[in-house]
């Protein structure tokens, strides 16, 4: 098969992701920042399924970070087919009265670390002919839910553009827009995941096998279910003012005063 290389690869779609490639026949890159959960899953992965698999610590709300990913991501003595931008993460905050820092450090993970990895990849899948890029976004990329959705719109916006750019190249680029999913994403951001009925998540399974069948399909944006896939539709459509009072900051989900 091929090696793929996961951002955010420790837990949530992430992991998922990375099990279903390694169980596929692919060696695995896997990167995030915690070196024991790294290596804890790593180990794992080669034990289950027999690939080899490399970790990589990086930080991508850093810039050194981000691009140690993208030199690894450009490397040609060790090709990268996939690369799957998933990492980020909930700001758990208003941006009235939040803190700057979060604000920045999110849009460093989930906007900038992407650049730089994309371009890093653009330019070596290019030059060789194939290759694949699967980013992570979110049904809140059409919402009007403060900069989480600001910056999942970006990657999906990004996403579209460089579909366009490299396709002429033989070179793939996915975006994937879930909604509501079991992981551990809510309980890190104090949202209380049990205010939403039990129909409105989507497994994280099946988020990921949705997802990588876009990539093969060589489709642009997928939405991994029926449900949000109509929603979609819908907010796409609906007037702007509209989307802003239903599905604006006040329906983030989080606490009163976070």
Known sequence: MGTALVTGATSGIGREIAWQLAA??????LVARNVP?????????RTFTGQKVETLRADLATEEGARAVGERVASRERPIGLVVNNAGFGLGQSFLGGSLDRELEGMDVMARAILIICHAAAGEFARRGYGAILNISSMT?????????????????FSEGLAETLRPHGVNVTVSCPGLVHTDFHARTNVDASQWPEFAFIPVDRVASRSLDAV???RVIVTPSPVYAAAAGILRLSPRALVRRVAGPGRSGRAAGT
Not at 24 to 29: R, T
Not at 37 to 45: C, F, S
Request: proline share 0%; no cysteine.
């Open 37 to 45: 959960a790294l290596e804890e899953y790593a180990e794992r992965i």
């Open 216 to 218: 093969r399909r060589g």
């Open 24 to 29: 596929e026949g692919n060696d695995i890159v």
């Open 141 to 157: 990329s059409l919402t009007a839910q403060g900069t989480y959705s600001a910056h999942k719109a970006w990657v999906r916006t």
